[in-house]
Nanobody, 126 residues
Framework: QVQLVESGGGLVQAGGSLRLSCAFS????????MAWFRQAAGKEREFVTG????????KYADSVKGRFTISRDNAKNTMSLQMNSLKPEDTAEYYC???????????????????WGQGTQVTVSS
């Protein structure tokens, strides 16, 4: 059974930091590009950042460039998102996702991803 499990969300003040983790199991994700998406209340799910299977290439939404950093450790079956200089507009449910069809291309639309975690809430207070 394929599982992606996020952790690390919480409440933080503006300007603070959080580190999200995604643990994946059930299949070999080493050959899957992976990504973080987020969904704020009343809004569509949006791409935040993605990483290729080997970690050699990453992509970021303009809104998080320079503040967020994605990484992955295939040996430990984990992916992380370091979020610094958080803003109230970063408040959302954050989801990790895996693309079973592509390893070296990072897609930015949610429907291109096959596996999803349950989400972890990030709330940034002003």
């Amino acid at each position: 059974q394929v599982q992606l499990v996020e952790s690390g969300g919480g409440l933080v003040q503006a300007g603070g930091s959080l580190r999200l983790s995604c643990a994946f199991s059930g299949r070999t994700f080493s050959y899957s590009a992976m990504a973080w998406f987020r969904q704020a209340a009343g809004k569509e799910r949006e791409f935040v950042t993605g990483i290729t299977w080997g970690g050699g290439s990453t992509k970021y939404a303009d809104s998080v460039k320079g503040r967020f950093t994605i990484s992955r450790d295939n040996a430990k079956n984990t992916m992380s998102l370091q979020m610094n200089s958080l803003k109230p507009e970063d408040t959302a449910e954050y989801y990790c996702a895996a693309d079973r069809r592509r390893a070296a291309v990072i897609m930015t639309t949610a429907n291109e991803y096959d596996y999803w975690g349950q989400g972890t809430q990030v709330t940034v207070s002003s």
